[in-house]
Protein backbone atom coordinates (compact mmCIF):
# COMPACT_ATOMS: atom_id res chain seq x y z
CA UNK A 1 0.00 0.00 0.00
CA UNK A 2 2.66 2.27 0.42
CA UNK A 3 3.90 2.30 -3.26
CA UNK A 4 0.52 2.53 -4.03
CA UNK A 5 0.14 5.72 -2.18
CA UNK A 6 3.45 6.96 -3.57
CA UNK A 7 2.07 6.35 -6.82
CA UNK A 8 -1.19 8.31 -6.51
CA UNK A 9 1.19 11.10 -4.59
CA UNK A 10 3.84 11.39 -7.94
CA UNK A 11 0.49 11.07 -10.42
CA UNK A 12 -1.42 13.72 -8.22
CA UNK A 13 1.73 16.48 -7.85
CA UNK A 14 2.86 15.71 -11.73
CA UNK A 15 -0.98 16.43 -13.01
CA UNK A 16 -0.66 19.63 -10.79
CA UNK A 17 2.86 20.73 -11.61
CA UNK A 18 1.88 20.44 -15.47
CA UNK A 19 -1.35 22.40 -15.40
CA UNK A 20 0.14 25.26 -13.57
CA UNK A 21 3.42 25.28 -15.72
CA UNK A 22 0.76 26.15 -18.70
CA UNK A 23 -1.58 28.50 -16.76
CA UNK A 24 0.17 31.40 -18.52
CA UNK A 25 1.21 29.55 -22.01
CA UNK A 26 -1.02 30.93 -25.07
CA UNK A 27 -2.13 27.61 -25.76
CA UNK A 28 -3.17 27.03 -23.01
CA UNK A 29 -2.87 24.10 -20.09
CA UNK A 30 -2.96 20.33 -22.56
CA UNK A 31 -5.75 19.28 -21.25
CA UNK A 32 -5.31 15.17 -22.49
CA UNK A 33 -2.66 14.74 -20.44
CA UNK A 34 -3.25 16.43 -17.32
CA UNK A 35 -6.93 14.74 -17.22
CA UNK A 36 -4.96 11.66 -17.82
CA UNK A 37 -2.79 11.81 -14.95
CA UNK A 38 -5.34 13.36 -13.01
CA UNK A 39 -7.95 10.30 -13.78
CA UNK A 40 -5.19 7.78 -12.87
CA UNK A 41 -4.67 9.40 -9.79
CA UNK A 42 -8.43 8.82 -8.45
CA UNK A 43 -8.95 5.73 -9.19
CA UNK A 44 -5.61 4.67 -7.71
CA UNK A 45 -6.76 6.64 -4.72
CA UNK A 46 -10.26 4.96 -4.44
CA UNK A 47 -7.91 1.77 -4.36
CA UNK A 48 -5.93 3.25 -1.78
CA UNK A 49 -8.73 4.66 0.57
CA UNK A 50 -11.05 1.05 0.11
CA UNK A 51 -7.63 -0.51 1.84
CA UNK A 52 -6.97 2.17 4.55
CA UNK A 53 -10.53 2.36 5.43
CA UNK A 54 -11.56 -1.48 5.13
CA UNK A 55 -8.18 -2.98 6.06
CA UNK A 56 -9.78 -4.25 9.19
CA UNK A 57 -12.85 -5.61 11.12
CA UNK A 58 -15.39 -2.00 11.08
CA UNK A 59 -14.30 1.12 9.64
CA UNK A 60 -10.96 3.15 9.75
CA UNK A 61 -12.57 6.69 9.87
CA UNK A 62 -9.40 8.26 11.53
CA UNK A 63 -9.21 12.16 10.71
CA UNK A 64 -6.78 11.58 7.61
CA UNK A 65 -8.77 8.55 6.28
CA UNK A 66 -11.72 10.98 6.47
CA UNK A 67 -9.93 14.33 4.93
CA UNK A 68 -8.30 11.70 1.95
CA UNK A 69 -11.91 10.43 1.53
CA UNK A 70 -13.26 14.14 1.07
CA UNK A 71 -10.45 15.40 -1.06
CA UNK A 72 -11.07 12.13 -3.53
CA UNK A 73 -14.72 12.97 -3.73
CA UNK A 74 -13.40 16.60 -4.49
CA UNK A 75 -10.24 15.70 -7.06
CA UNK A 76 -13.41 13.03 -8.34
CA UNK A 77 -16.06 15.98 -9.05
CA UNK A 78 -13.50 18.40 -10.71
CA UNK A 79 -11.38 16.05 -12.80
CA UNK A 80 -15.01 15.00 -14.55
CA UNK A 81 -16.13 18.83 -15.03
CA UNK A 82 -12.95 19.40 -16.11
CA UNK A 83 -14.19 17.51 -19.31
CA UNK A 84 -17.27 19.96 -20.38
CA UNK A 85 -15.39 23.31 -18.13
CA UNK A 86 -12.27 25.32 -18.11
CA UNK A 87 -11.59 24.91 -14.58
CA UNK A 88 -7.13 24.79 -14.88
CA UNK A 89 -7.03 27.05 -12.42
CA UNK A 90 -8.90 25.49 -9.68
CA UNK A 91 -7.04 21.75 -10.34
CA UNK A 92 -3.52 22.52 -9.09
CA UNK A 93 -5.38 23.16 -6.02
CA UNK A 94 -7.39 20.31 -6.06
CA UNK A 95 -4.48 17.77 -6.89
CA UNK A 96 -1.89 19.65 -4.77
CA UNK A 97 -4.73 19.33 -1.45
CA UNK A 98 -5.17 15.22 -2.93
CA UNK A 99 -1.42 14.62 -3.05
CA UNK A 100 -0.85 16.12 0.48
CA UNK A 101 -4.06 14.23 2.20
CA UNK A 102 -2.22 11.01 0.80
CA UNK A 103 1.39 11.70 1.95
CA UNK A 104 0.30 12.23 5.51
CA UNK A 105 -1.32 9.31 5.59
CA UNK A 106 1.37 6.95 4.23
CA UNK A 107 3.78 8.89 6.98
CA UNK A 108 1.06 9.59 9.90
CA UNK A 109 -0.49 6.42 10.52
CA UNK A 110 -3.53 6.32 12.89
CA UNK A 111 -6.46 4.81 13.39
CA UNK A 112 -10.10 5.83 14.50
CA UNK A 113 -12.06 2.23 14.29
CA UNK A 114 -15.84 2.31 13.70
CA UNK A 115 -18.67 -0.17 13.21
CA UNK A 116 -21.28 1.67 11.50
CA UNK A 117 -22.22 -1.26 9.28
CA UNK A 118 -24.43 -1.83 12.70
CA UNK A 119 -26.23 1.34 12.54
CA UNK A 120 -27.99 2.29 9.17
CA UNK A 121 -29.00 5.53 10.79
CA UNK A 122 -25.60 6.56 11.20
CA UNK A 123 -24.73 5.44 7.53
CA UNK A 124 -27.30 7.86 6.92
CA UNK A 125 -26.17 10.95 8.65
CA UNK A 126 -22.49 10.25 7.90
CA UNK A 127 -23.06 9.95 4.19
CA UNK A 128 -25.36 12.94 4.28
CA UNK A 129 -22.29 14.95 6.07
CA UNK A 130 -19.36 13.43 3.68
CA UNK A 131 -21.54 14.87 0.43
CA UNK A 132 -22.34 17.84 2.15
CA UNK A 133 -19.25 19.17 2.95
CA UNK A 134 -17.32 17.92 0.06
CA UNK A 135 -20.32 19.83 -2.03
CA UNK A 136 -20.00 23.27 -0.11
CA UNK A 137 -15.83 23.13 -0.51
CA UNK A 138 -16.09 22.95 -4.11
CA UNK A 139 -18.36 25.81 -3.68
CA UNK A 140 -15.85 27.37 -1.88
CA UNK A 141 -13.17 26.77 -4.30
CA UNK A 142 -15.71 28.29 -6.89
CA UNK A 143 -16.28 31.30 -4.88
CA UNK A 144 -12.42 31.74 -4.76
CA UNK A 145 -12.57 31.51 -8.27
CA UNK A 146 -15.24 33.95 -9.12
CA UNK A 147 -13.06 36.30 -6.37
CA UNK A 148 -9.86 36.23 -9.02
CA UNK A 149 -12.07 36.53 -12.29
CA UNK A 150 -13.52 39.86 -10.18
CA UNK A 151 -10.23 41.08 -8.96
CA UNK A 152 -8.80 40.39 -13.13
CA UNK A 153 -11.46 42.02 -14.78
CA UNK A 154 -10.59 45.14 -12.76
CA UNK A 155 -6.86 45.19 -13.24
CA UNK A 156 -7.81 44.25 -16.86
CA UNK A 157 -5.50 41.16 -17.07
CA UNK A 158 -7.90 38.67 -17.75
CA UNK A 159 -5.98 37.58 -21.11
CA UNK A 160 -3.46 36.38 -19.50
CA UNK A 161 -5.14 33.31 -18.05
CA UNK A 162 -8.36 33.70 -21.04
CA UNK A 163 -8.14 29.94 -21.95
CA UNK A 164 -7.93 28.55 -18.27
CA UNK A 165 -11.20 30.55 -16.90
CA UNK A 166 -14.50 30.22 -17.63
CA UNK A 167 -17.06 33.03 -18.08
CA UNK A 168 -18.03 34.72 -14.72
CA UNK A 169 -21.55 34.29 -15.22
CA UNK A 170 -20.91 30.53 -15.21
CA UNK A 171 -19.09 30.35 -12.35
CA UNK A 172 -21.63 32.32 -10.53
CA UNK A 173 -24.38 30.17 -11.44
CA UNK A 174 -22.33 26.77 -10.74
CA UNK A 175 -21.48 28.75 -7.08
CA UNK A 176 -25.09 28.73 -6.13
CA UNK A 177 -26.06 25.89 -7.58
CA UNK A 178 -23.36 23.84 -5.59
CA UNK A 179 -24.17 26.13 -2.29
CA UNK A 180 -27.82 25.41 -2.70
CA UNK A 181 -27.31 21.58 -3.06
CA UNK A 182 -24.74 21.76 -0.34
CA UNK A 183 -27.12 23.41 1.77
CA UNK A 184 -29.84 21.14 1.37
CA UNK A 185 -27.78 17.84 2.30
CA UNK A 186 -26.46 19.50 5.11
CA UNK A 187 -29.82 20.45 6.61
CA UNK A 188 -30.55 16.66 6.11
CA UNK A 189 -27.29 15.64 7.86
CA UNK A 190 -28.20 17.82 10.65
CA UNK A 191 -31.89 16.13 10.73
CA UNK A 192 -30.66 13.00 10.54
CA UNK A 193 -28.19 13.18 13.32
CA UNK A 194 -30.89 14.60 15.94
CA UNK A 195 -32.52 11.87 14.72
CA UNK A 196 -29.82 8.79 14.53
CA UNK A 197 -27.61 10.31 17.33
CA UNK A 198 -27.66 9.97 20.86
CA UNK A 199 -27.06 13.69 22.40
CA UNK A 200 -26.33 15.89 19.56
CA UNK A 201 -25.78 17.91 22.74
CA UNK A 202 -23.32 15.63 24.73
CA UNK A 203 -19.98 17.02 25.61
CA UNK A 204 -18.44 15.25 23.11
CA UNK A 205 -20.84 16.52 20.37
CA UNK A 206 -21.44 20.22 21.43
CA UNK A 207 -18.97 22.04 19.59
CA UNK A 208 -19.92 19.87 15.88
CA UNK A 209 -23.57 20.66 16.41
CA UNK A 210 -23.26 24.18 17.30
CA UNK A 211 -20.56 24.93 14.83
CA UNK A 212 -22.54 22.89 11.87
CA UNK A 213 -25.50 24.67 12.81
CA UNK A 214 -23.48 28.28 12.43
CA UNK A 215 -22.57 26.83 8.99
CA UNK A 216 -25.82 26.04 8.25
CA UNK A 217 -27.51 29.72 9.36
CA UNK A 218 -24.27 31.27 7.69
CA UNK A 219 -25.40 29.30 4.22
CA UNK A 220 -29.40 29.60 4.37
CA UNK A 221 -28.86 33.72 5.01
CA UNK A 222 -26.50 33.93 1.91
CA UNK A 223 -28.81 32.17 -0.41
CA UNK A 224 -31.80 33.88 0.82
CA UNK A 225 -29.72 37.23 0.39
CA UNK A 226 -29.03 35.92 -2.91
CA UNK A 227 -31.95 34.88 -4.32
CA UNK A 228 -34.47 37.52 -2.50
CA UNK A 229 -32.01 40.55 -2.32
CA UNK A 230 -29.64 40.27 -5.54
CA UNK A 231 -26.42 39.73 -3.21
CA UNK A 232 -23.80 38.72 -5.57
CA UNK A 233 -19.65 39.76 -5.18
CA UNK A 234 -17.70 39.82 -2.87
CA UNK A 235 -20.11 39.29 0.11
CA UNK A 236 -20.98 36.41 -1.08
CA UNK A 237 -17.44 34.85 -1.67
CA UNK A 238 -16.50 36.59 2.34
CA UNK A 239 -19.86 34.17 3.53
CA UNK A 240 -19.30 31.19 1.64
CA UNK A 241 -15.43 31.55 3.11
CA UNK A 242 -16.70 31.92 6.55
CA UNK A 243 -19.62 28.92 6.72
CA UNK A 244 -16.68 26.53 4.62
CA UNK A 245 -14.32 27.81 7.80
CA UNK A 246 -17.11 26.86 10.87
CA UNK A 247 -17.73 23.49 8.65
CA UNK A 248 -14.04 22.71 8.50
CA UNK A 249 -13.94 23.17 12.31
CA UNK A 250 -17.14 21.55 13.16
CA UNK A 251 -16.05 18.30 11.61
CA UNK A 252 -11.97 18.31 11.64
CA UNK A 253 -11.49 21.02 14.99
CA UNK A 254 -11.85 18.85 17.97
CA UNK A 255 -10.73 15.66 16.05
CA UNK A 256 -7.29 16.96 15.46
CA UNK A 257 -7.21 18.24 19.01
CA UNK A 258 -8.12 14.78 20.45
CA UNK A 259 -5.98 12.15 17.21
CA UNK A 260 -3.08 14.69 16.12
CA UNK A 261 -1.93 17.26 19.09
CA UNK A 262 -3.11 15.19 22.14
CA UNK A 263 -2.24 11.51 21.03
CA UNK A 264 1.70 13.06 19.80
Known sequence: MFLLGLAVTLLYLGAAVHIASRLFHHEGPRHKFSAALGSIAVILHFWLLTGDIFSQPGQNMSILNVASLIAWMITLAMTIASFSLPNAILLPVVYGFASLTVLLNL??????????EMRPGLIAHITLALFSYGCLM??????????????????????????????????????????????????????????????MFAQHQVHKTVLSSLAWLVFVVLLAGHYRLGWRGRPVVIATLIGALLLTLAYFGSRFVKEVLLGM
Open 138 to 199: IGMLYALQLAFINFQLKRKQLSLLHSSLPPLMIVEQILFKLLLVGTVLLTLSLISGFVFLND
Open 107 to 116: FVPDTHLMHI
